[in-house]
């Protein structure tokens, strides 16, 4: 056993944003730095993404695009095979154009003439344009040289990325590699069998990062933070890697994915690769984790945690308050390469812009949620059903702290909705003590957001937030719990588009007993908000009901009936099937609001007949026509 503290290495693990650092790490480095503990962060994700995209990199493809069988070879390898010359040389000086150490490049990349296109440059295609026009004229205008650019970059490296698909792995994607095999996996075997294959070139190039960063920081325990199914495949693989090589390093699993889907944990296969599984706010957790291997503490007095007692899984939860929210310290990003993550513009929709483009220094207003009553949430969990905020002083030296350290001005608040008491008091605080930063995030569309209070948010520096109008149907929201109707969300998006705030609602189609008349009516409420310049952006996911939400645990409420789990089931668990015997096609009207979504937010066809965009026979909409004109004559 250690008799000193000790030394920790947080590790993000692929796959997670490139274009600036998943929080997690650190938030944890940070805290435990705050506490004395010698920690160091490393982020494989982007590592590995420069490593694989590197000249020698690049060279290992190109081998294994040569190495495929024929009736294996698909025409975007064929493709990578016969401009290898060409990319080998434009390759690297697209990265430091992503990275913002070539900017005058984009002159060159909107020639058109200076990457090679694959296939994924026939999207090019589908945007709207007279003929002989600039398909992306219409996108980024005269002016948008950088984004357009960036945009055109970006498709490059999703060929790139296809390449690797069709050559190495199948499961590759950027953000989401090798989802399938543990988002709602009731069984291991999926993962245990992919990490039972010998090792391609990802996984080599992944484990050969990971010995470096033993090499480098010497620690003796490795954090792996996963806040998704798409990261879980690569942690693994990473813990492998660290057992083989240093099988004294205590190996933890973390993270979002865990908190929400292994918390019924019974499968000992996994400890195979890690040592512990800790639920929740990591902070209270690690300490008690840490003072067990520096021998200071018995397992029976950790906390939160999963570990192997021979062929049998245990959780042992001794119970210690969570470390107050005003105690957890300032997120550093000490060690990280800021200036080496790539600044990616993948889709148009202008918010999801925001989440891929640009470096922002990722802080959490308040933990938890302040309302939590939605009943698509997960609610009973931790990480909403705790709420606890830290004052504006201390929010505001942590953001002064981070800015110096960073030396950037941009953040994106990570709450799952900010709560405004707190927004107000953080926006005042930055104005009185002058601290000029550029934010964005997360609300409830409620009415304590007056035309007042956006404005002072916007004064302080907010350029952007995004709200859940989920279904648009007061009926529905009325029985989603949301605590908001579609009037009250049209005169909060518009005081915050006055105030020069960008607005992006998330939306949600299928939901139990969700007609067909509730969606078509759904679609005409967003026609309207875009129509009087109340939102700019959009998102429509489909309903997926999880056994911690309301609709999961309390599923007769919502009409509808659960398929069962499989009784045998000893890892992952979160999505659940459900019946609903409402006569709705889902599937053919989520065609139409996504169609009828995009074309609103390029300002095509507002004026149409709401029935035109789908592609099966709807009814009418019973939604008046001047419905948001007339809820928006109070803000007057």
């Known amino acids: ?26 938030y944890l480095t940070g805290f435990l730095r705050s506490r004395q503990i010698d920690a160091h962060q490393v982020d494989l994700a982007l590592a590995l993404v420069l490593e694989l995209f590197s000249p020698a990199g690049l060279a290992q493809i190109r081998d294994a695009v040569q190495a495929l069988p024929d ?42 003439s200076f990457l090679p296109e694959g296939a994924r440059f026939a999207s090019l295609d589908h945007y709207i344009g007279e003929e002989g026009e600039d398909p992306l004229a219409w996108a980024f205008g005269a002016l948008g040289l950088q984004d357009r650019a960036r945009h055109l970059a ?24 090798a989802e399938k095999l543990a988002a709602a996996q009731a069984h291991f075997d999926p993962l245990a069998d992919a990490l039972a294959e010998p090792p391609h070139l990802i996984d080599r190039t992944l484990q050969r990062l990971t010995l470096d960063a033993l090499a480098q ?37 973390g993270g979002g994915y865990v908190n929400t889907e292994l918390r019924e944990l019974a499968e000992p296969r996994l400890f195979d690769f890690v040592d512990y599984v800790t639920l929740d706010a990591g902070e209270r957790p690690l300490l008690a984790l840490l003072e067990h291997v520096a021998g200071k503490r018995s397992k029976t007095r950790l906390v939160r945690t999963f570990w192997r007692d021979g062929a049998e899984v245990r959780y042992t939860n001794f119970v210690e308050p969570d470390v107050p929210f005003d105690d957890v310290g300032t997120p550093t990003w000490d060690g990280l390469p800021l200036d080496r993550y790539l600044s990616l513009l993948d889709m148009l929709n202008p918010m999801n ?34 709420y606890e905020a830290a004052s504006a002083e201390v929010l505001v030296d942590r953001i002064e702290a981070i800015v110096r350290e960073t030396g950037q001005t941009g953040f994106h608040f990570v709450d799952e909705a900010a709560p405004p008491k707190a927004l107000k008091a953080l926006a005042e605080e930055l104005i009185r003590r002058g601290v000029a930063i550029s934010w964005w995030g997360n609300i409830r569309f409620e009415k304590t957001f007056t035309p007042e209070l956006c404005q002072l948010l916007a004064d302080s520096g907010c350029i952007a937030i995004s709200g859940g109008l989920e279904v648009a149907s007061d009926r529905l929201l009325k029985l989603m719990k949301k605590g908001v109707s579609v009037e009250q969300v049209a005169r909060v998006t518009k005081a915050f588009a006055d105030a020069g705030v960008l607005v992006h609602a998330y939306l949600m189609y299928g939901f139990p007993m969700q007609t067909t008349q509730d969606t078509v009516d759904a679609l005409e409420y967003v026609r309207q908000l875009f129509e009087h310049g109340c939102i700019h952006s959009g998102f429509f996911h489909r309903f997926a009901c999880t056994v911690h939400s309301p609709v999961g645990m309390n599923p007769a409420e919502y009409g509808v009936t659960l398929q069962p789990l499989p009784a045998d089931g000893r890892f992952a668990k979160n999505d659940i099937a459900f019946i609903d015997p409402t006569p709705t096609d889902h599937d053919g009207l989520g065609q139409g609001l996504k169609k009828g979504l995009y074309n609103f937010m390029h300002g095509i066809g507002i004026d149409s007949d709401i029935r035109s965009w789908f592609p099966v026979r709807v009814p009418k909409t019973t939604v008046p026509r001047r419905f948001v004109e007339r809820a928006l004559s109070t803000l007057s």
């Open 1 to 26: 056993m250690q008799s000193a503290s000790p030394r920790v290495l947080a590790v993000i693990p692929p796959m997670t944003q490139l274009n600036t650092p998943y929080p997690s790490t650190a």
């Open 71 to 112: 009736d294996r070879r698909t025409p975007q390898t064929a493709w990578f095979d016969a401009e290898f010359d060409t990319l080998a040389a434009v390759t690297p000086r697209v990265l430091r154009f992503l990275q913002g150490q070539d900017p005058t490049l984009a002159h060159r990349i909107n020639t058109r």
């Open 154 to 177: 970006t498709l490059f490296l999703n060929d790139l990325a296809d390449v690797l698909r069709d050559a190495v792995d199948p499961r590759f994607e950027f953000v989401r590699y």
């Open 217 to 253: 920081h010497k620690p003796d325990v490795v954090l792996l933070s996963v806040p998704f199914p798409g990261s879980v495949y690569a942690a693994l693989r990473i813990a492998q890697a660290i057992k083989a090589a240093r099988p004294d390093v205590v190996c933890v699993l």
């Open 353 to 386: 812009r925001l989440w891929s483009d640009g470096r922002w220094n990722k802080l959490t207003v308040a933990h938890g949620c302040y309302w939590k009553k939605c009943s698509f949430c997960d609610v009973s969990l931790d990480y909403i059903s705790r």
